[in-house]
């Protein structure tokens, strides 16, 4: 019988054979720091946005949020 072991990224799952492949792609990814206050919200009521004329489902969650990365830039997230 042969065992081997595989290192796992933390961050994104990715397996490697070595070690320092493992800890260069864990380094690699920039993490979120702070959720930004700018988000994009539809008033509760609402069944259609007002600036695009389109039902939208779900009012309650946000359309859009940004949140700064731990290298200072704010990156927007969509649904």
Avoid: N
């Amino acid at each position: 019988m042969k065992e081997t072991t595989l290192y796992i990224c933390k961050i994104c799952g990715e397996r490697y054979a070595d070690r320092k492949e493992a800890e260069t792609c864990e380094a690699a990814h920039i993490k979120p720091k702070r959720l930004t206050k700018t988000m994009k919200f539809h008033p509760y009521k609402c069944g259609r946005d007002p600036i695009l004329g389109f039902a939208v489902s779900q009012s309650q969650y946000p359309d859009w949020i940004e949140i700064e990365m731990q290298d200072g830039k704010i990156v927007r997230y969509k649904r």
